[in-house]
């Protein structure tokens, strides 16, 4: 590389860490009067108090009772707990694991794609648009699990990448443990790691034998830690998730279900959707995204087919990669919405 090169990549390094620097800024400034909170932030902060005095991962109820917490993973209410045990002050905990959070965002989203793309212009105007985006300011401003999830999901994809760029120990280790933490936060991170799984058997540049049996053992190894939670709420509750489950008899129907509901929350990341229709319609609003969003898709493979990672993967093999990646995780997530019922048997 030239020294204008090497110029150009410190240079966009330090504006990716600007970017996610103002990313923390915002959230510090939509926070001044403390993080949103929704019915199940509730349930969170309970669980993470009464684990840090000693009584378990319990709920305390309104009426004086007392629930174990089973309908989430564990993890956020742990993060909670440690963050809230070193501060003092759980709703101050709260505010700046989402402050930190999308700083760490935006830092490996843009990493992600200055790796990918080598282009820094490109490669910026990913943190660029998440950074301004008010559903995503909106979304990192509240008590959820969504924050952490994001960056272990944004941290999942660049050690996928990076697994089919070069498999060494170091970084199949740090997948495995990253993975682990997904459905530990979220449940839906089993979809996530389906998809990184199917995209690691289809791509990775290894022996096919060798490619199932490492899948094997990694997803034996991912799974455990969720497996032992729900084992544990399943031998108390005799339930898992705080609820029975009912399997659909109709798996097309659910699974057409699930894509209508994920079109659905697609539209509310437009700005402004559904107001000021006299001036620009939501559906000309939708419309003009799709455009522009394909057009930066696009744009972004085929500057990594032109990149240097060429050498390290065949172009056209590299170009397979984002459309079967969005259509794993899109189908993934749309068969990972489950038909419950607080009621019927298991």
Not at 10 to 18: C, K, M, Q, V
Not at 21 to 33: C, F, K, M, P, V
Not at 142 to 166: C, N, Y
Not at 210 to 228: C, D, E, G, M, T
Request: with cysteine; hydrophobic share 55%; proline share 5%.
């Amino acid at each position: 590389m030239t020294k204008r090169g090497q110029a150009t990549k410190r240079a966009a390094s330090l504006a990716n860490i600007i970017i996610a620097g103002l990313g923390g800024l915002s959230i510090h400034y939509a926070t001044n009067w403390g993080v949103w909170a929704f019915s199940d932030s509730a349930s969170y902060f309970s669980a993470a108090r009464n684990l840090i005095e000693g009584r378990g991962m319990i709920i305390q109820e309104a009426g004086g009772g007392i629930v174990y917490f089973q309908q989430f993973p564990p993890l956020y209410p742990l993060a909670l707990g440690a963050a809230g045990w070193l501060s003092g002050d759980f709703f101050s905990a709260a505010r700046w694991i989402n402050i930190l959070a999308f700083s760490l965002f935006l830092y490996l989203t843009g990493k992600l794609m200055l790796e990918l793309t080598q282009h820094s212009p490109v490669g910026l105007a990913a943190p660029l648009l998440l950074l301004v985006s008010p559903v995503m300011v909106e979304c990192f401003s509240g008590a959820m699990t969504e924050p952490i999830f994001f960056v272990l999901m944004m941290l999942s994809l660049l050690l996928v990448i990076r697994l089919l760029k070069d498999a060494n120990a170091l970084t199949k280790t740090a997948y495995i443990a990253v993975s682990m933490l997904l459905p530990l936060t979220r449940y839906a991170g089993l979809a996530l790691i389906a998809a990184n799984t199917l995209i690691l058997l289809a791509f990775s540049n290894q022996p096919f034998w060798k490619r199932i049996s490492q899948s094997f053992i990694s997803l034996v190894l991912i799974a455990l830690p969720i497996l032992l939670w729900v084992a544990h709420l399943y031998s108390i509750t005799g339930r898992i998730g705080g609820r029975h489950i009912v399997i659909n008899a109709s798996i097309l129907d659910s699974f057409c279900h699930g894509i209508s509901e994920m079109i659905a929350v697609l539209k509310t990341y437009l700005p402004y959707a559904g107001l000021y229709e006299s001036l620009i319609p939501s559906s000309t609003r939708l419309i003009l995204f799709c455009c522009a969003l394909i057009f930066l898709v696009g744009g972004c493979i085929w500057l990594i087919t032109k990149s240097a990672l060429k050498s390290s993967l065949h172009g056209r093999r590299w170009k397979n990669i984002f459309p079967s990646l969005f259509t794993c995780w899109f189908f993934s997530l749309s068969l990972a919405l489950p038909t419950v019922s607080p009621n019927a048997p298991m």
